[in-house]
């Protein structure tokens, strides 16, 4: 059994009170760890402690190759600590081996692209009019809270983390409450690896509590956050009272589109991969397919063939291919959907159960799920399910395909099958989404920005953009002629 502590100025500490939160395997609700439930006074020591720490300059002031060969060492400890973050982060959110293991390295190399991109040239000159020269650097903004989700426990956690330290910030950093395990052990090779104490902290502990106090203190001068939609309204209303930087990475409903000209077989398998990945459990989730027309029977007939084969069992198995849903209480959410898509009068034409045979009966199983004969206004259209549940609609042509794809208030991303080319292009360049693809879907890259349009968030995650979001920019201008101006009469 794991005691799970937070990290506070560089110590272990329980709660204020006392108080621990039961962390479940969600394969067969086994009790695999207690955490400390931080309260509000906790998270005011941690964010004090990273306000110290940023003003001391013991980091902010680092040269920025010194703060690399931290991060280049954090990555190499990652990768040390493969199986075991591995293992854990599967008995934890409950996704398979393979998919936890892409995580791990994943959070690797993430460290390492920004230990990178951090000591590369930076900044900007102007000639501007003499004897003035104007010169613009970048600075860390301060203290940041970062808030994650427990989809990507590991990996969300170091989307943030890398890039806010790589810039010279400190932390105030909270984990999901359904997910602290692998978030600990980030910590514990930072406590290996000698950060500075005050400069990352960690309080675990409820949204409402603990993460409204991140979003709402003076001072935390940025919060980043990544989660629901609804959430990250809040966030953004209450940080609004001493107008910190924010940034929010928020849900999707992202539309794949497949034209009848596509490589069928490539498309079938990318579109499974889109909504089945993680269970359905990732924020990109093709969970709209948009097939056209003169395919979409043979399209529907493949895919169910195929979706009603994928092995769905505890992560640590190695036969299965799709893991349970997080908790209870997210598989009930989940399930509430598929009666919703049936009282809706959709049609079920595969899965919608939850899955009790086999041994699975103590976990948080639910087949995987599609519904056809939808109409675009149907709540299981519109809004994210978080599940394996996916709905195929058709289209006759581009224009509609494209109208469809627009059609809900999330704009994370999407997905275009077709061989040809020009459309391609034309298509994905209507579609109002931050990351897209072309007869692929899912692969992310630590070089490129991962963020949403419209609900789906503001700022960007990842590559130069990533990392911009956690700097300031500040202009200097110096005069090259020291003499007085003159502006008035003496
Ligand atoms: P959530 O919004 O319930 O919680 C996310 C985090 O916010 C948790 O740490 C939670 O404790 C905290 N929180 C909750 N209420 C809060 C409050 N009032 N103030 C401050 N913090 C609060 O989301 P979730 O259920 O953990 O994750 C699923 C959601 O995350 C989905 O909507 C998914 O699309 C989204 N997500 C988005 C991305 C992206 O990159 N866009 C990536 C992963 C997940």
New binding site residues.
């Given amino acids: 059994m794991l005691d799970l502590k937070m990290y506070i100025n560089g110590q272990w500490r329980d709660s204020s009170n006392q108080e621990k939160r039961p962390i479940v395997n969600p394969a067969n609700s086994d009790v695999i760890a207690y955490a400390a439930e931080g309260t509000i006074a906790d998270a005011r020591e941690a964010i004090d402690a990273a306000k110290a720490a940023f003003e001391s300059g013991v980091w902010s002031e680092l040269p920025a190759v010194e703060r690399a060969s931290y991060l280049l060492k954090i990555a190499d400890k990652i990768e040390e600590n493969q199986e075991e973050l591995t293992r854990l982060e599967t008995m934890d959110n409950g996704k398979t081996l393979r998919e936890a293991g892409f995580d791990v390295g994943d959070a690797a190399a993430c460290f390492r692209y920004y230990a990178g991109l951090i000591t590369k040239p930076d900044g900007h000159t102007y000639h501007v009019a003499d004897p003035m020269q104007a010169m613009v650097v970048r600075e860390p903004v301060g203290v940041c809270g970062l ?6 426990p590991l990996l ?1 956690s170091v ?1 943030k983390i890398a890039p806010a330290l790589a810039a010279g910030n400190t932390i105030v950093f ?5 997910t602290p395990v692998t978030p600990t052990k980030l910590f514990e090779i930072f406590e290996e690896v000698g950060l500075p104490k005050g400069v990352a902290n960690m309080v675990m ?4 509590i ?3 106090e ?2 709402a203190s003076s001072h935390v001068d940025m919060v980043s ?8 309204k ?2 953004m209303r ?1 940080a609004a009272d001493n107008m910190k930087k924010i940034s929010l ?4 409903k992202s539309p794949n589109i497949i034209f009848a000209d596509a490589d069928f077989e490539t498309a079938v398998d990318y579109a499974l991969f889109g909504i089945y990945a993680g269970a359905g ?4 989730s093709g969970s709209r397919i948009l097939v056209e027309e003169t395919i979409y029977n043979q399209f529907v007939k493949r895919f169910v063939e195929r979706a009603s084969q994928i092995k769905v069992g505890p992560g640590d198995d190695h036969h299965s291919e799709m893991g349970p849903l997080v908790s209870q209480q ?1 598989m009930e959410k989940v399930l509430k959907y598929i009666e919703i898509g049936k009282e809706e009068g959709a049609r079920l034409v595969c899965g919608g159960n939850r899955i009790t045979k086999d041994g699975l009966d103590q976990g948080f199983f639910v087949e995987p799920t599609v519904f056809v004969d939808v109409k675009p206004d149907m709540r299981i259209v519109q809004e ?1 399910i ?1 599940g394996p549940v996916v709905v195929i609609q058709t289209f006759k042509d581009e224009q509609e395909a494209v109208k469809l794809a627009n059609d809900t208030d999330y704009g ?1 991303a999407g997905g275009v099958f077709t061989v040809d080319g020009a459309k391609a292009l034309r298509v994905i360049k209507k579609i109002r989404a931050g990351i897209t693809w072309i007869n692929s879907y899912h692969p992310t890259y630590n070089e490129a920005p ?3 349009y419209k609900q ?2 503001i700022g960007r ?1 990842l590559g130069t953009f990533g990392l911009e979001e956690f700097q300031e920019i500040k202009q200097i201008n110096i005069n090259l002629q020291v003499e007085p101006i003159g502006w008035f009469e003496k």
């Fill in positions: 808030i994650v989700p427990w989809n990507y969300m989307w909270k984990p999901s409450e359904v502990g409820a949204g409402p603990v993460g409204n991140i979003a956050f990544t989660g629901g939609t609804k959430t990250g809040h966030i209450t990475e928020l849900g999707g459990q990732v924020c990109s997210h994210e978080f994370l991962w963020g949403g789906s968030g995650s």
